[in-house]
């Protein structure tokens, strides 16, 4: 498979303070059947809620199935947080869960919905 090794730097901002993430990313494909995206942070800078967030990481797995006649689509998150001294364990990874699913249910909303509008 070929494919191409980028470093970027994404400023994400919807509700709260800006999140500036710099990450490789990856892009991979066999120009026939499968097309990755994978995302590695590098750096993470962030106020607020977020300023607790150490590392993210995203993967998009694109697969053509011939024989189907179907796309089939795999999305993994990996977010690594860091917990201040003072916040109570378990409530705070409740909340950092509950924060990092919304997360990636918006984020990969809008990629199916570009996807399924280019393809």
């Given at each position: 498979?070929?494919?191409?090794?980028?470093?970027?730097?994404?400023?994400?901002?919807?509700?709260?303070?800006?999140?500036?993430?710099?990450?490789?990313?990856?892009?991979?494909?066999?120009?026939?059947?499968?097309?990755?995206?994978?995302?590695?942070?590098?750096?993470?800078?962030?106020?607020?809620?977020?300023s607790y967030l150490r590392k993210v990481g995203?993967?998009?797995?694109?697969?053509?199935?011939?024989?189907?006649?179907?796309?089939?689509?795999?999305?993994?998150?990996?977010?690594?947080?860091?917990?201040?001294?003072?916040?109570?364990?378990?409530?705070?990874?409740?909340?950092?869960?509950?924060?990092?699913?919304?997360?990636?249910?918006?984020?990969?909303?809008?990629?199916?919905?570009?996807?399924?509008?280019?393809?």
């Open positions: 498979m070929n494919g191409i090794s980028l470093e970027v730097t994404n400023t994400v901002q919807d509700s709260g303070s800006p999140v500036k993430i710099r990450e490789e990313v990856q892009i991979i494909s066999d120009e026939r059947t499968r097309f990755i995206y994978r995302t590695r942070s590098k750096d993470v800078q962030a106020r607020g809620m977020a995203f993967n998009t797995e694109l697969r053509w199935q011939p024989d189907s006649k179907e796309f089939e689509i795999a999305l993994h998150n990996n977010v690594q947080v860091e917990r201040p001294w003072y916040a109570l364990a378990p409530l705070f990874v409740l909340i950092a869960k509950g924060i990092s699913k919304d997360k990636f249910e918006q984020a990969s909303t809008e990629l199916l919905d570009y996807i399924t509008k280019n393809l």
